[in-house]
């Protein structure tokens, strides 16, 4: 990953934007996507496209959302804390003692979550795990009124937390779920114009909305552009960290390239040419298994219509849906080289049948 390039994830990460208030991330997302000279749209629920190729046979659909898990401002007291429901998959411990932004309908401002101390606890309260009922936001307003100056319910929090570099590289931050989806898609789609590896084929990335609450946005973008085939890029749980049962998830340590899913709403067909892709190319990549529900965008953009050819491919993440998750650049870049070279091997007598 260049430079360039780690700005523009950095950028994307950092940009504050939970399901159903995706805008600023979506705008970063949409300035690097122009830079890059594709044609770009957004529709009404606020999906962005970025397409390459416009005209060319098969359609392509590269999907990766744009929301993050956050929280949702529900009161306001007349000491000025802010309480808040989650929007997606918390583990409420995770949230204890955090540093949070919080989108007020006037601005941006910083706060901290907060609980009972420990030492005004009573001995069984200190056993018990913490409810998201039992914590509040303080931005540090001295009253209600003020913090209502700034914030209302319905105004929404996310995690604030830099995107850090640990050893070998590997990126730590909130929002990689699945904001690293969302850059892979494009990187992968401006690659292969760039290196003229369309094959034909049109390329439409898309940065999609609401995953995390229901896969809304894949829903309505699959919808609108009837691909012929689509991939959605997504994060799986890396098994390479204690307690993890790698027989029940399978061995899938960071490094080990993507995740291609096998089972209920991937497509064979399509799966299986990125087998052959990655193995023509020599990209390292594991098998993870889906016998139901893949709970990725796959999942809503494949039932579309008369149903649309989708596979999922997946970053090994660590410590999902914290707020400090861990992905290795190396798989980062397999995922983005496998799929530029998926895309390459297309042209317009390309079908896609199990």
């Not at 003692?97 to 941006?108: S, T």
């Not at 052959?276 to 999942?299: K, L, N, Q």
């Amino acid at each position: 990953m260049n430079e360039p390039e780690k700005d523009f994830l950095r950028a994307l990460l950092t940009a504050p934007g939970t399901s159903g208030f995706e805008t600023k991330p979506a705008d970063v997302w949409a300035e690097q996507a122009l830079s890059y000279g594709a044609d770009v749209k957004r529709d009404a629920y606020g999906n962005v496209y970025a397409t390459f190729g416009m005209g060319g046979k098969p359609r392509v659909m590269l999907a990766g959302h744009l929301d993050e898990i956050g929280l949702l401002v529900t009161y306001i007291d007349k000491e000025g804390y802010l309480y808040f429901k989650g929007v997606g998959g918390w583990d409420s411990q995770q949230l204890v003692g955090q540093r949070v932004r919080v989108v007020g309908y006037k601005g941006e401002l910083l706060g901290v979550i907060g609980k009972k101390p420990i030492h005004l606890m009573e001995s069984e309260e200190r056993s018990k795990v913490s409810k998201i009922e039992s914590l509040w936001i303080d931005i540090g307003a001295k009253s209600g009124d003020e913090a209502k100056e700034h914030v209302r319910a319905g105004d929404f929090a996310v995690i604030e937390q830099p995107t850090l570099e640990l050893l070998n590289g590997r990126l730590v931050g909130k929002a990689i779920d699945n904001r690293i989806g969302a850059f892979i898609v494009l990187e992968a789609a401006r690659r292969a114009a760039a290196e003229k590896q369309q094959g034909g084929a049109e390329v439409v990335a898309v940065g999609t909305v609401q995953e995390e609450i229901g896969g809304i946005g894949a829903y309505i973008a699959s919808h609108t552009l009837r691909p012929d085939a689509a991939i959605a890029v997504d994060v799986t749980h890396a098994t390479d960290v204690p307690t993890v049962d790698i027989k029940r998830e399978g061995e899938k340590p960071l490094g080990s390239g993507p995740e291609l899913t096998v089972g209920s709403y991937a497509h064979r067909g399509v799966t299986a040419r990125l087998i052959e892709s990655a193995e023509a190319e020599g990209v390292p990549f594991t098998i993870g298994t889906s016998p139901a529900h893949t709970y990725t965008d796959a999942d809503d953009i494949a039932k579309n219509r008369s149903g649309v050819p989708t596979a999922v491919v997946s970053v090994p993440n660590r410590y999902m849906h914290s707020p400090n998750e861990m992905v290795d650049p190396e798989d980062v870049e397999n995922v983005i080289k496998l799929i530029a070279a998926f895309i390459g091997k297309l042209d317009s007598s390309t079908t896609f049948s199990q």
